[in-house]
Nanobody
Framework: QVQLVESGGGLVQTGGSLRLSCAAS????????VGWFRQAPGKEREFVAR????????YYGDSVKGRFTISRDNAKNTMYLQMNSLKPEDTAVYYC???????????????????WGQGTQVTVSS
């Protein structure tokens, strides 16, 4: 069983920063890519960022480009999402996800991922 556990969410003022972490535990599994998605109340799940585990190629959603940075630490088996210049519209539950093997389709497709975390709430006050 593979578990992804997010942490680091919370309440922050507009313009502030947060760093989310996503730690993997359970049985060893290969990782092709990992990513972050978010879902606000009443809205569809939205792609935030993605990183190819080997090589570090990154992709970002248009709404977070230039403000968010995705990274990973191989030794700690953990990935991160550094969020700067936060806005009230960034308020959502943030989910991390892991993709085990390469799959066809655009980088923002949630269907590419095999494992998901339980989510962490990020609230940005105005």
């Amino acid at each position: 069983q593979v578990q992804l556990v997010e942490s680091g969410g919370g309440l922050v003022q507009t313009g502030g920063s947060l760093r989310l972490s996503c730690a993997a535990s359970g049985r060893t599994f290969s990782r092709y890519a990992v990513g972050w998605f978010r879902q606000a109340p009443g809205k569809e799940r939205e792609f935030v960022a993605r990183i190819i585990w080997s090589g570090g190629i990154t992709y970002y959603g248009d709404s977070v480009k230039g403000r968010f940075t995705i990274s990973r630490d191989n030794a700690k088996n953990t990935m991160y999402l550094q969020m700067n210049s936060l806005k009230p519209e960034d308020t959502a539950v943030y989910y991390c996800a892991a993709q085990v093997t390469p799959k066809a389709g655009p980088p923002y497709a949630s269907s590419k991922y095999d494992y998901w975390g339980q989510g962490t709430q990020v609230t940005v006050s105005s």
